[in-house]
Structures are given as C-alpha cells and as structure tokens.
C-alpha cells in the first residue's frame, strides 16, 4: 500500500506560477503522453508535482492511509524496563486504514491508539488475524498473557528540517523518525519509531524502541520539536525543566542572530 505523507494538498487558491524549459524533443514526448492521459499539459503537470509532493515530507504530521502495529510487553514499572523487558519490536503494517481514528486528533496523544490486551481481547480479532498475533508474539518469547497490541498512524514528529524536507538526515532523504505515547495499566509508555519509505511511498523497514520518559523528552528536543518535549514533559513529572531549556534556546538564537548581523556588515564592507 502507498502511503500519502499528509494526504491530498490543498491547491485551490492559485496564486503562484511554476516553469521550466526544455527541449522541444522533451516536449514533444511529454505532450503525446499528457494529451492521451490527462487531456492538456497543464492538467498532467499539476497531478505529477502533487503526486510527487504527497510522497515528500514537507511538513510534520501523521500519515493517516492506513493503519500499523507492534506487539509490546505488558510493563509493570517503567524503570525495570532495560533489566526485565525486551525494548525494540518491528513495526508491522495493518495494510487498511482504521476509520474509527480520528485523524485530525492523532497529532500525538495518550488516548487515540487501539489497544488490545491479547489474553483478555483476542475475541476482537478474527481467527486468522488471532492466530498471526499469536505466534509473532510467541516468537518474541511472550505468552498470551503477557503482551499487548498497539494499532496506531505512523508520523513523522522526530525528522529534522532539511534541504526543504524533513527525514532523518540528509543522506536518507525516505528515513523518518516518529513518536507515539499511551497508557496501558498506569504505565505511560514512550515509543521512538524508525522507518523508511521507498520512492514510491511504501514503507521497506520498520522498528519501534521503547523510552524512558527523559529519553523521549531529550529526542524531542534535540529534534527542534519543542511542542512535543513539553507535551512528554507534562506526563513525566520531575524529569526535565522545559522553561530553563526554552531560554537556552531563546539566547542560543539571539547569539545567532548577532552572528548575522556581523556576517552581514562584512559583506558589505567587502562590497565598497
């Protein structure tokens, strides 16, 4: 299944232009392609960039086309969780979408997740889809009542800014980072997630790793994503001080900003 990064882009106001040149052989071929299929070249090169935008992440958001999954430990106390607890999962795809996700609320949250505690709901499932949860998890080393399953949206809340896209990095341009949060039995759990996206916007790898609350904070805001850092932050008390990290970053700007201000008296010295 393709996955649409953000969904549909929204381009009914048209109040921009974009041009190219190229050579008429170019032309020509294009032209016999976008008369048969699209009627007109400009009909054909609208839906070309935006098929193309939706398979680029210009943005942070959720990718709300169909629904993925992990099969996670039951965890009694988040503390025990390096000594007692397998940590890192594979991120399964559900390959539907599930309707009953609000997608405009799954920004990040600890409510909008489906999860089901396998020993208790495995009725919910169909005896086929049963089965396949069963024996992944029992390859994990779990048993029926020892682990839950998580249905949730992937996103990408933890990719940086560059070259005009957000991913990983610059040299894995289709690699994304996300976060989901939730509470299953008063523990709160922090789950980092790692995926690639093919050319075509189908994810080739997927691995989820679960976080101490002040590992998650620290990734978030060393992510540039202050709004999720202070979201983890109001669920674990006592771990960060968001307010003394914001003035770190307020004068860590300013600095920047005097550096700027110098480079650019520099260059027009060497202009005269």
Same mark, same amino acid.
């Given at each position: 299944?393709? @996955? ?9 106001? =048209? ?18 392609? *976008? ?7 400009? !009909? ?10 939706? !398979? ?5 958001? !959720? ?12 965890? =009694? ?9 397998? !940590? ?15 997608? &405009?609320?799954? =920004? ?13 709901d495995y009725l919910n499932f169909d005896e086929y889809g ?7 998890? *029992? ?13 949730f949206y992937l996103n990408n809340l933890l990719d940086i ?10 040299? &894995? ?21 790692? @995926? ?19 590992? *998650?904070? /620290?990734?978030?805001? &060393? ?44 260059? /027009?010295?060497?202009?005269?």
């Open positions: 299944m393709v @996955y649409k990064i953000f969904g549909e882009l929204n381009d009914d106001k =048209k109040d921009a232009n974009l041009s190219l040149r190229v050579s008429k052989e170019t032309r020509n071929l294009f032209e016999q392609h *976008a008369k048969g299929k699209y009627g007109d070249n400009a !009909t054909a090169l609208k839906d070309i960039l935006l098929r193309y935008m939706e !398979t680029i992440a210009y943005k942070r958001g !959720t990718i709300n086309s169909n629904a993925m999954y992990i099969i996670v430990p039951k965890i =009694k106390k988040m503390e025990n969780i390096v000594r007692d607890y397998k !940590t890192q999962f594979v991120i399964h795809d559900t390959n539907q979408p599930l309707e009953y996700f609000p997608p &405009n609320e799954l =920004k990040y949250s600890v409510s909008p997740f489906d999860i089901y505690d396998y020993g208790k049963s089965q396949i949860l069963f024996h992944q998890a *029992a390859a994990m080393g779990y048993g029926e009542n020892d682990f839950i399953v998580v249905f800014f560059n070259e005009g896209i957000y991913s990983i990095g610059p040299n &894995n341009p289709n690699g994304h980072m996300g976060f989901i949060m939730f509470e299953f039995q008063d523990v709160v759990y922090h789950v980092i997630l790692t @995926y690639v996206l093919d050319d075509d916007g189908v994810m080739t790898m997927g691995n989820a790793e679960i976080k101490y609350g002040l590992e *998650a904070y /620290k990734f978030a805001k &060393n992510k540039d994503n202050l709004e999720l850092a202070k979201f983890i932050d109001s669920y674990n008390p006592n771990t960060s001080n968001i307010e003394q990290d914001i003035t770190a970053l307020k004068n860590k700007r300013e600095d920047l900003e005097r550096q700027i201000q110098e480079i650019n008296a520099q260059i /027009k010295k060497l202009k005269k």
